[in-house]
């Protein structure tokens, strides 16, 4: 009989130490991937080897600085996803998990699409807010700087009747770019993520009774539960093989775009084997580190209904 658990709450400090710790090691590891590849096409370019000192510099940097960023990046954006959630998830309701014993079976659509595409829209709307300001005050400087300097050329060039620009399309780009930021990006984001995250409910819902769904495995914590175990394989075949159905979608949909129903075929069976293993790779990895670190800097807490 499935069971319907609500996230109440996430504890916001041990999901952030989690998640960017894990996020530190796969960028460790993709840090070491690139430098590998560059490295190994830099040895086949006649004359690379004069550079060598330099592509060895550059790797080591590349090895150290990515993780440090990807860890100090994700504890922003972990903690404020974190909040974001526990001060929206009482007025909308938050995300719903239908257990079975330890496995996941289902995942209510409306629960989990709802509550993740607002914080995917109140994140977006920081950023906009910021990147909306921002470029608003630059182009209106401009704007405002244009006739200045209009004024100043024709005076120092003794122009008559010369027209001095105004600046005046510059002052009604920056009003477009700040609604553009700070009102359409987060509307756009809340739709498209609602959307994304309702079509992969739906599918898991659809796919997990053939191939099994993903498995938690909880412990009783003060005021809640503790995440202390996540299956591998459960975990990465399940989220692949939705995953995969996804990049069909988007291959085909793709496809057809570029008007040839052949080429859409071909991209539909591309990005589906693409997500499938890309997704599987990356899930394992992420459950095998969280296996890993939890005993020792302890799992994600969350206050379960």
């Not at 700040?178 to 990006?185: K, T």
């Not at 989220?239 to 996804?246: H, R």
């Not at 949909?253 to 997500?275: K, Q």
Request: charged share 5%; glycine share 8%; hydrophobic share 65%.
């Amino acid at each position: 009989m499935v069971d319907i658990k609500e996230i109440k709450h996430i504890r916001a400090a041990p999901f952030t130490l989690m998640s960017s710790s894990i996020h530190a090691i796969l960028a460790f590891i993709a840090a070491i991937l690139i430098v590998l590849f560059f490295g190994s096409i830099a040895a086949f370019i006649p004359g690379a080897g004069m550079f060598a000192a330099f592509i060895a510099v550059l790797g080591l940097a590349i090895i150290i600085l990515y993780p440090l960023t990807a860890f100090f990046w994700n504890i922003l954006s972990a903690f404020v996803v974190a909040l974001l959630y526990n001060l929206i998830a009482p007025k909308v309701g938050g995300i719903k998990l239908g257990m079975e014993g330890d496995e996941l079976k289902s995942l209510p659509v409306v629960s989990v699409a709802l509550i993740l595409a607002c914080v995917a829209a109140v994140v977006t709307f920081l950023i906009g807010l910021y990147m909306g300001l921002a470029g608003s005050s630059v182009l209106s400087l401009i704007s405002g700087v244009i006739p200045i300097a209009g004024t100043a050329v024709a005076n120092a060039t003794n122009a008559t009747n010369a027209t001095v620009p105004t600046g005046g399309l510059f002052g009604a780009i920056s009003g477009i770019w700040a609604l553009f930021w700070i009102i359409l990006m987060p509307i756009m984001a809340f739709i498209f993520s609602f959307i994304g995250y309702a079509l992969f409910a739906i599918f898991y819902n659809i796919i997990i009774p053939k191939v099994g769904g993903m498995k938690l495995i909880f412990a009783e914590a003060v005021n809640g539960f503790e995440l202390t175990n996540i299956p591998v394989v459960p975990a990465a075949l399940s989220i692949s093989v939705v995953s995969a159905v996804l990049g069909a979608i988007y291959g085909f949909i793709s496809g057809i775009m570029t008007g040839d129903f052949v080429v859409a075929i071909i991209w539909l069976v591309m990005y589906a084997i693409m997500y499938f293993i890309m997704y599987f790779i990356i899930v394992a990895l992420a459950t095998i580190f969280y296996n890993f670190l939890q005993p020792r800097i302890g799992g994600i807490k969350l206050v379960l209904e």
